[in-house]
């Protein structure tokens, strides 16, 4: 594993700065005087008091519209402000412990890049990938205007972008879109980057695919975990666990190699409150995310259960990107609840920083109940699931443990101490050995 060694620790709250400061959808959009990207840093004693140890940023470069049609790489998207801004952004976080890891946006650009318009007037063309005399577009959508990574030119422009906001301050990259990119690009690109900056880390969007060979051939540090985020919510909504120890046994697999950056819920899906049918389980998927290895990621406003639903339609986005006021501003009781349990577990997880690369073993399964051991060396939690509308017995010496007792849950024994105990219906405990 290359990730360096902070990452051990890390947590990431994950925002979407466009939608978050209400920069877009917005008519008339902001001006850089109203310096709107001074508004997170309004959010950074909350991030930290969530628990979380860094802010995970969707694009703030110069685009038109949503961010992901970058026009200059090495400037401050004029809605949000300017580099001023950005600076002031992350020395305040620093100053609270917090990383910032930025969305770069490398394999596609809008149509007002300066050398795509040279190109459409008859200029060089070989920064872009040309089909039977037109410009290929990133799955069809025809402002997003493909690079060509086999060009030298492009690799050098990459190195140099990324490199130029690790030395603002910038702790590490998300690569938008990696999964539609070839990965010797990136094998070309992040040693030299890695050459600067050997404190970074560089996390790949990639959705299918054979995660391991991503990693290997591209030198990534992690990829984005849709597998696990899919058995997730899929596996209680069904009722149906043993989805959920597949895809467990498949990360387990993962982690041999690298250690995926894991989420329930980011700027591109449903709200993981909206996503579940029963919102008792909301705590059942973070509690799934927060005692399996990985670097967990939390999207803003999920921690105190907002909704939203993904929709494939032009602004079919906006419900899942919304604009926020102020910290817990019209959060309901359910929120609250929601938020109390995000803070526990996160605790949870940064008193256990060995669960970064713990494997999970299943010690008891049915499709409404789930019973594992997360692992790594000598460290070791128990989490019981139950999805059912019955109790879930647990016999702790049945697999192999003489006591335990609760650190968490949504239901206690009688006793600190027990060799049996019971998940009440659709509950959750994480249990310590003795």
Same mark, same amino acid.
């Given at each position: ?20 400061? #209400?920069?877009?959808? /917005?008519?008339?959009?902001? +001006?850089? =005087?109203?310096?709107?990207?001074? %508004? !997170?840093?309004?959010? $950074? ?12 940023? #969707?694009?703030?470069? /110069?685009?038109?519209?949503? +961010?992901? =049609?970058?026009?200059?790489?090495? %400037? !401050?998207?004029?809605? $949000? ?354």
């Amino acid at each position: 594993m290359s990730e360096p060694d902070w990452v051990t620790h890390a947590i990431w709250w994950h925002l979407y700065p466009l939608g978050f400061v #209400g920069a877009h959808p /917005a008519d008339p959009p902001p +001006g850089p =005087d109203e310096h709107r990207l001074r %508004r !997170i840093v309004d959010w $950074l004693d909350y991030a930290r008091d969530l628990g979380t140890s860094g802010i995970a940023l #969707g694009p703030v470069f /110069a685009s038109q519209t949503h +961010g992901y =049609d970058t026009t200059d790489h090495y %400037r !401050i998207d004029g809605r $949000l402000g300017d580099d001023g801004d950005f600076d002031h952004l992350i020395t305040e976080a620093h100053a609270r412990g917090l990383r910032v890891l930025l969305d770069g946006v490398f394999n596609h650009v809008g149509t007002d890049f300066p050398r795509y318009r040279d190109a459409v007037a008859g200029g060089d063309t070989s920064w872009f990938r040309v089909r039977r005399g037109e410009f290929a577009t990133f799955e069809g959508h025809g402002g997003l205007i493909a690079l060509d990574h086999r060009n030298p030119e492009v690799v050098d422009y990459v190195v140099d972008v990324m490199c130029h906001w690790l030395g603002r301050g910038a702790d590490g990259w998300r690569l938008d879109a990696a999964y539609a990119m070839p990965d010797r690009f990136w094998a070309q690109v992040l040693p030299r980057v890695r050459e600067q900056f050997p404190d970074a880390w560089f996390v790949g969007e990639v959705i299918h695919g054979d995660y391991v060979a991503r990693v290997t051939e591209s030198g990534f540090d992690s990829v984005t975990q849709y597998e696990l985020w899919k058995a997730i919510w899929s596996s209680l909504n069904d009722a149906n666990l043993h989805e959920l120890d597949w895809a467990l046994k498949r990360h387990n697999d993962f982690l041999d190699t690298f250690v995926p950056m894991t989420f329930i819920g980011n700027h591109d899906v449903t709200r993981i409150a909206s996503q579940l049918d029963n919102p008792d389980h909301v705590d059942h998927a973070l509690v799934i995310l927060m005692t399996t290895g990985g670097t967990p990621s939390i999207y803003a406003g999920d921690e105190v259960a907002y909704r939203g639903v993904k929709e494939e339609r032009f602004g079919g986005d906006d419900a899942v990107r919304p604009e926020f006021g102020s910290p817990l501003d019209g959060v309901g009781e359910h929120g609250h609840q929601v938020l109390r349990a995000h803070q526990h577990l996160i605790g949870l997880r940064r008193r256990h920083p060995w669960l970064h690369t713990a494997r999970t073993a299943p010690l008891q399964l049915t499709n409404t109940g789930y019973v594992y051991a997360s692992r790594a060396g000598e460290d070791t939690l128990l989490v019981a699931l139950n999805v059912a509308d019955e109790p879930l017995p647990v016999s702790l010496q049945e697999h192999g443990f003489g006591a335990a007792e609760v650190v968490a849950g949504s239901g206690a024994p009688p006793a600190e101490t027990f060799t049996e105990t019971v998940v009440p219906p659709h509950g959750w405990l994480v249990l310590a050995p003795r």
